[in-house]
């Protein structure tokens, strides 16, 4: 049975994240002051047409590194979730 991946891509705290400066700014400027702070990333669901779940993890865990995610600058965390 299939999986899905469920990848969250997110700046690393060291590098500042403008896009979420800005909407951190936005939200105070509507009124929103108790808004401490916004960081922006990237959500993505992947199939992964595999019967293991320790092969499904596996690829997760590959495309993130090389395709999805600058390990530079980026930090990843996945879900694998049954396909029903």
């Given at each position: 049975m299939p999986y899905t991946a469920k990848i969250k891509v997110t700046l690393r705290q060291s590098i500042l994240d403008v896009q979420g400066k800005a909407v951190e700014h936005a939200l105070k400027n509507l009124g929103y002051g108790?808004?401490?702070?916004?960081?922006?990333?990237k959500y993505i669901e992947v199939t992964i047409n595999e019967q293991d779940s320790l092969q499904a993890e596996r690829i997760a865990n590959e495309i993130s590194q090389?395709?999805?995610?600058?390990p530079v600058m980026e930090n990843y965390s996945f879900e694998l979730e049954h396909v029903k």
């Open positions: 108790t808004v401490e702070s916004a960081r922006i990333g090389k395709l999805l995610s600058n």
